[in-house]
T-cell receptor, first 112, second 113 residues
Framework: GEQVEQRPPHLSVREGDSAVITCTYTDPNSYYFFWYKQEPGASLQLLMKVFSSTEINEGQGFTVLLNKKDKRLSLNLTAAHPGDSAAYFCAVTRNSNNRIFFGDGTQLVVKP | GPKVLQIPSHQIIDMGQMVTLNCDPVSNHLYFYWYKQILGQQMEFLVNFYNGKVMEKSKLFKDQFSVERPDGSYFTLKIQPTALEDSAVYFC???????????FGSGTRLLVI
């Protein structure tokens, strides 16, 4: 089945710096890609859903890049602020799946 | 936006006892899921459920686990009997289609002592 590897497991940056989290996946038929944010003690909130046909996806304060050739998905937080401190999870699925596969998560700390 | 409600938010239970975790999914969603998370780390898939049946389950979904959604009421995860290693946060999720974005509940923090 699909395997999703997420790096790094922990990331600490200064306020205003960028933060990059990357996931690689194994199934070339993967079709939908997701980034979730989980604040401490809270549930997972969907940041962005990406279709396989879109390589660059802009959000508010972040960009999601999809490289299908390398089977790589990245979340780039531009000018991180302390409110971005949270756990971030990538997730991958394809049309024929009944579920999505999560990466192991990245604990991001943004220091003032 | 639409929410998934989980009841209770916290549960402490003696090892060997039964526990039922309740999930009220988004009203028009058809697919339901349970995930297990330990120490804020990886989200581990347990089971998904559609049309009254388990579609897929993982190795973590032990024989002591069961799910059901009788008559469109709560989607429940029952553990009987519980073990110490069942201590975790259990997240329920629902979706309209099987591989689209999920709506997650806030989780039930289960502590087995």
């Amino acid at each position: 089945g699909e395997q999703v590897e997420q790096r790094p497991p922990h990331l600490s940056v200064r306020e205003g710096d960028s933060a990059v989290i990357t996931c690689t996946y194994t199934d070339p038929n993967s079709y939908y890609f997701f980034w979730y944010k989980q604040e401490p003690g809270a549930s997972l909130q969907l940041l962005m859903k990406v279709f396989s046909s879109t390589e660059i996806n802009e959000g508010q304060g972040f960009t999601v890049l999809l490289n299908k050739k390398d089977k790589r998905l990245s979340l780039n937080l531009t000018a991180a602020h302390p409110g971005d401190s949270a756990a971030y999870f990538c997730a991958v699925t394809r049309n024929s799946n009944n579920r999505i596969f999560f990466g192991d998560g990245t604990q991001l700390v943004v220091k003032p | 936006g639409p929410k998934v409600l989980q009841i209770p938010s916290h549960q402490i239970i003696d090892m060997g006892q039964m526990v039922t975790l309740n999930c009220d999914p988004v009203s028009n969603h058809l697919y339901f899921y349970w995930y297990k998370q330990i120490l804020g780390q990886q989200m581990e898939f347990l089971v998904n459920f559609y049309n009254g049946k388990v579609m897929e389950k993982s190795k973590l979904f032990k024989d002591q686990f069961s799910v059901e959604r009788p008559d469109g009421s709560y989607f429940t995860l029952k553990i009987q009997p519980t073990a110490l290693e069942d201590s975790a946060v259990y997240f329920c999720a629902s979706s309209l289609v099987p591989n689209s974005d999920y709506t997650f509940g806030s989780g039930t923090r289960l502590l087995v002592i």
